[in-house]
């Protein structure tokens, strides 16, 4: 996602507001606001929900109005959004002039004509709000955009000019993930965003400016002085513009600063982010002691800090759709004020609870004190666009505590929308926007009458209403979800329920040790160590979610795969109803559920027919890379390459139901074999990892080192003429040969020194894995003598690259010839010539870009090759 991340802000904002009674007046006790039991329907509750009347929808198609036409015009050219505003704007007033203008007496005015005339002012009246709102929204869209795209900078980005420029850091600096290129991992990005104040070009041409930028730094030894930056901070960097990936971003270029040195502050942060930036500081602090899940959690989940979290736990909490809590949301805010205010209801009542009235509060004061805390969320979390949605949305949470309706929510809502797109228009394109706005309006509409629909089937009151909203949150943010990550998560809704219960007391614990930790930083530990329980529970949640063989589904991409999703669910929640009445029907649900999501091997076999019975050796489908598996018994595997992609070949262990590893070989450090290595060891039982001899690249082969010593697995290096068997499978490493890597020989390029394999798998099927040689090892390798006679199954080096030894393929006359390679990779993979001479030789040629992955069963004349596609 070249390290940017859309944040799914769509926190379980679960309030449990039934209504509350009003004070009859100074000194008078007020009425408590229901008498049931907790968890019982309750007459209070309906009738608080009938009090509070039908939803109020006024001001949502204004809010949709300015949020469509703000989003329209950020993509377009001044004019054209000038032109949109005022084409919006004339009929807005005009309407609004016809709305206003005084009805001529009528010598005979009847009930029916009255009506008419009425409804016709107020449909006009509304029709001129609408077009009115669009047409503010588009003026302030198109002056955003156009400010964006002034000045020199933009021009120099399509030059891709060199530039010397003085910035101010916005945002805190973030690591892009390692993106893996072929046989090279770059290596992680810190990326800051940053407004360019002045300009100068090589040519000595100066300019003032403002325009936003994001800052990309390959910083390496300077790596933590970059990390200290705090927005507010002004540099003078050198570096080399060029346009955003995309157009219509809120940026204007990407300034990528030459590599070397420390940044070069040229004005301090203010005192407010120094202060801000110390808080976080001594969060960070307190929380060294703690085990790496709950280090890395503790402060994401209280000031969206996720510096420290590592990809494999960010992919837990991607598969588990819970990533709202690695991000600053409305939840966080809300969780302190019902700490401040008490439960839902009580706010304006003489019983009411919370920190406030213990500490002698009026309601004044209790008012005031919240609108500091929320200032003091904004500054500490910085007042990014994220932030202040989180805050409109925890504010919206303060007034259901405060007053127990939801009535006036949804306006409250639509008000913030309102606001929030016409102070910062390019949220109308963030999709973290949209699933806030989906979430906490879900919570306001569908999560009571579902709740209370839970409750009229004797589900206790909490968990009802808990189920409410995780369940509603899910059913409308995922069709979003769908757009972003072609997927769906089947274990959500019930890792959000068990994550819930853990999530307030994690966060009040979290804002206490940030608060402690200035004056007091053993007292800060403690508060941190305690808080370690909770999140080290939310860790556990998304770990043992995301293991699950089904906690993810694959589902299309796009739009249309989000109208399809979204369809299915308008269905399934219009056919509830009918179900609940039907318990057989509820149970075999439940059950197709579960099946689905622990998927056990027997029953997937036979519905997939993957993996194929008496399957011998497995190719993955891990893009362009290699990764293979030699069956070694029930659901044991030797595991051969792991590809570029952990997620990938975790998935291909999964479908092949293996849970344990005595060998991973590694071919060669090349990132598109061992940087999926994390996914082979996560959840399985693994003996050793083999290397080849020649440790290069070295990045990479540190990257293998530090992953088996994080996983306390030993490595060993593969010696050729070795001998191993495991189970019913047995190997003979062929290369590479001592002396082929030494400083005279001409063998010393990383795929030159891949360990080759000489393989008797289960029925005595012959295989022949090569790695990644060239023809120049390959030569050796057949005049070595340890290549001799056909062989049932080749694993074509290099990924079918056009550089192979045709003596080689000649002699070993393989039956199956499979390849690894991803679809459309920019090289070309596998060549039209190498897939020729293969076939010419009388092979069957089986590619994981077109079939998928590939099973070898049977032996002799009974071998075949299985594909998935």
């Known amino acids: 996602m070249s390290g940017r991340a859309t944040r799914h802000d769509h926190r379980r904002d679960a309030d449990a507001g039934r209504g509350g009674a009003a004070s009859a007046g100074p000194g008078t006790p007020s009425v408590p606001p229901t008498a049931e039991p907790p968890g019982a329907p309750g007459a209070a509750g309906e009738a608080g929900a009938r009090w509070e009347g039908?939803?109020?929808?006024?001001?949502?198609?204004?809010?949709?109005?300015?949020?469509?036409?703000?989003?329209?015009?950020?993509?377009?050219?001044?004019?054209?959004?000038?032109?949109?505003?005022?084409?919006?704007?004339?009929?807005?007033?005009?309407?609004?002039?016809?709305?206003?203008?005084?009805?001529?007496?009528?010598?005979?005015?009847?009930?029916?004509?009255?009506?008419?005339?009425?409804?016709?002012?107020?449909?006009?009246?509304?029709?001129?709000?609408?077009?009115?709102?669009?047409?503010?929204?588009?003026?302030?869209?198109?002056?955003?955009?156009?400010?964006?795209?002034?000045?020199?900078?933009?021009?120099?980005?399509?030059?891709?000019?060199?530039?010397?420029?003085?910035?101010?850091?916005?945002?805190?600096?973030?690591?892009?993930?390692?993106?893996?290129?072929?046989?090279?991992?770059?290596?992680?990005?810190?990326?800051?965003?940053a407004e360019v104040m002045e300009v100068r070009t090589a040519h000595g041409r100066s300019a003032r400016v403002r325009t936003p930028v994001l800052v990309v730094v390959a910083a390496d030894d300077h790596r933590a002085d970059w990390q200290k930056l705090l927005p507010s901070t002004g540099l003078r960097l050198r570096g080399r513009l060029s346009p955003p990936e995309h157009g219509g971003e809120r940026r204007a270029a990407l300034l990528r600063v030459d590599r070397g040195g420390a940044p070069r502050i040229v004005e301090p942060p203010t005192w407010l982010q120094r202060t801000a930036g110390e808080l976080r500081a001594g969060l960070r602090e307190a929380t060294d002691g703690l085990d790496a899940d709950a280090r890395a959690l503790l402060p994401g989940l209280v000031v969206g800090d996720t510096s420290r979290v590592p990809p494999d736990l960010h992919e837990a909490f991607k598969a588990t759709d819970l990533t709202h809590l690695l991000s600053v949301s409305g939840a966080n805010l809300s969780i302190l004020l019902f700490l401040l205010v008490g439960p839902p209801g009580t706010a304006l009542s003489a019983e009411r609870r919370g920190l406030a009235p213990l500490l002698g509060l009026s309601l004044r004061a209790t008012a005031v004190i919240g609108?500091?805390?929320?200032?003091?969320?904004?500054?500490?979390?910085?007042?990014?666009?994220?932030?202040?949605?989180?805050?409109?949305?925890?504010?919206?949470?303060?007034?259901?505590?405060?007053?127990?309706?939801?009535?006036?929510?949804?306006?409250?809502?639509?008000?913030?929308?309102?606001?929030?797109?016409?102070?910062?228009?390019?949220?109308?394109?963030?999709?973290?926007?949209?699933?806030?706005?989906?979430?906490?309006?879900?919570?306001?509409?569908?999560?009571?009458?579902?709740?209370?629909?839970?409750?009229?089937?004797?589900?206790?009151?909490?968990?009802?209403?808990?189920?409410?909203?995780?369940?509603?949150?899910?059913?409308?943010?995922?069709?979003?979800?769908?757009?972003?990550?072609?997927?769906?998560?089947?274990?959500?809704?019930?890792?959000?329920?068990?994550?819930?219960?853990?999530?307030?007391?994690?966060?009040?614990?979290?804002?206490?040790?940030?608060?402690?930790?200035?004056?007091?930083?053993?007292?800060?530990?403690?508060?941190?160590?305690?808080?370690?329980?909770?999140?080290?529970?939310?860790?556990?949640?998304?770990?043992?979610?995301?293991?699950?063989?089904?906690?993810?589904?694959?589902?299309?991409?796009?739009?249309?795969?989000?109208?399809?999703?979204?369809?299915?669910?308008?269905?399934?929640?219009?056919?509830?109803?009918?179900?609940?009445?039907?318990?057989?029907?509820?149970?075999?649900?439940?059950?197709?559920?579960?099946?689905?999501?622990?998927?056990?091997?027997?029953?997937?076999?036979?519905?997939?027919?993957?993996?194929?019975?008496?399957?011998?050796?497995?190719?993955?489908?891990?893009?362009?890379?290699?990764?293979?598996?030699?069956?070694a018994g029930e659901g044991t595997g030797v595991v051969v390459d792991a590809g570029p992609d952990p997620r990938a070949v975790d998935r291909c262990l999964r479908d092949l139901a293996v849970t344990r590893v005595p060998l991973v070989v590694l071919t060669h450090f090349h990132a598109d074999h061992v940087r999926g290595l994390p996914g082979v060891l996560r959840g399985r039982a693994v003996g050793a990892i083999q290397t080849t001899s020649l440790e290069a690249p070295p990045e990479q082969a540190a990257f293998v080192r530090r992953t088996a010593a994080k996983a306390r697995v030993p490595t060993v290096r593969a010696v050729a003429g070795e001998h191993r068997r495991s189970g019913p499978v047995d190997w003979r490493v062929l290369w590479p040969r001592p002396e082929s890597a030494g400083a005279g020989s001409g063998v010393r390029e990383?795929?030159?020194?891949?360990?080759?394999?000489?393989?008797?798998?289960?029925?005595?099927?012959?295989?022949?894995?090569?790695?990644?040689?060239?023809?120049?090892?390959?030569?050796?390798?057949?005049?070595?003598?340890?290549?001799?006679?056909?062989?049932?199954?080749?694993?074509?080096?290099?990924?079918?690259?056009?550089?192979?030894?045709?003596?080689?393929l000649h002699t070993v006359r393989p039956r199956l010839a499979l390849i690894s390679c991803g679809a459309d990779n920019p090289y070309g993979h596998p060549s039209p010539r190498t897939v020729g001479a293969l076939r010419a030789a009388g092979a069957r040629v089986l590619r994981t870009d077109t079939d998928g992955p590939i099973a070898v069963t049977g032996a002799g004349k009974e071998l075949r090759a299985v594909s998935r596609s």
């Not at 004339?90 to 009847?110: D, N």
């Not at 012959?766 to 003598?785: F, Y």
């Not at 062989?791 to 080689?808: E, I, R, T």
């Open 54 to 193: 039908p939803a109020d929808l006024r001001l949502v198609p204004p809010a949709l109005a300015v949020w469509a036409a703000a989003a329209v015009a950020l993509g377009l050219p001044g004019r054209w959004a000038a032109a949109v505003a005022v084409a919006c704007a004339v009929p807005a007033l005009a309407l609004l002039a016809a709305a206003s203008r005084p009805q001529a007496p009528q010598a005979v005015r009847t009930p029916r004509t009255t009506g008419r005339t009425a409804g016709g002012v107020r449909l006009a009246a509304a029709g001129g709000a609408v077009l009115l709102c669009a047409a503010g929204g588009a003026t302030v869209a198109g002056l955003h955009g156009a400010d964006v795209r002034r000045g020199p900078v933009p021009a120099l980005a399509r030059e891709y000019a060199r530039v010397d420029a003085v910035v101010r850091v916005t945002s805190d600096p973030r690591t892009a993930r390692p993106a893996t290129r072929g046989s090279r991992s770059a290596p992680p990005l810190l990326l800051l965003d």
């Open 371 to 631: 609108g500091a805390m929320t200032l003091a969320f904004i500054v500490v979390c910085r007042p990014e666009p994220s932030v202040l949605r989180a805050a409109a949305c925890g504010l919206i949470t303060l007034l259901a505590i405060g007053t127990g309706r939801r009535r006036s929510l949804i306006p409250a809502l639509a008000a913030a929308v309102v606001l929030l797109v016409l102070y910062d228009p390019w949220l109308a394109r963030s999709y973290g926007f949209l699933l806030s706005v989906l979430a906490t309006g879900a919570l306001l509409t569908l999560a009571p009458k579902w709740s209370l629909a839970l409750r009229a089937r004797r589900v206790p009151g909490r968990l009802a209403e808990v189920l409410a909203a995780a369940a509603a949150a899910q059913a409308v943010c995922a069709p979003v979800v769908v757009v972003l990550a072609s997927r769906v998560s089947l274990v959500a809704v019930p890792c959000n329920l068990l994550a819930e219960f853990a999530v307030a007391p994690a966060t009040v614990l979290g804002f206490a040790a940030l608060a402690v930790a200035p004056v007091a930083p053993a007292g800060a530990e403690v508060l941190a160590r305690i808080a370690s329980w909770p999140v080290g529970w939310i860790a556990a949640v998304a770990r043992t979610g995301a293991e699950l063989p089904g906690a993810e589904a694959r589902w299309p991409g796009g739009w249309p795969g989000a109208a399809l999703l979204a369809g299915l669910t308008v269905l399934l929640v219009l056919l509830a109803p009918r179900l609940v009445r039907r318990p057989w029907a509820c149970a075999v649900i439940g059950l197709l559920l579960v099946l689905v999501v622990l998927r056990p091997a027997p029953l997937t076999r036979i519905v997939t027919g993957w993996p194929p019975p008496g399957w011998a050796f497995a190719l993955c489908d891990v893009g362009q890379g290699d990764a293979m598996v030699l069956a």
């Open 750 to 808: 990383p795929n030159d020194s891949s360990v080759t394999l000489r393989v008797r798998a289960a029925g005595g099927v012959a295989l022949l894995l090569l790695g990644d040689l060239e023809p120049l090892a390959q030569r050796e390798l057949l005049r070595s003598g340890e290549v001799s006679g056909p062989v049932d199954v080749l694993k074509v080096a290099h990924h079918g690259s056009a550089f192979q030894d045709a003596g080689l």
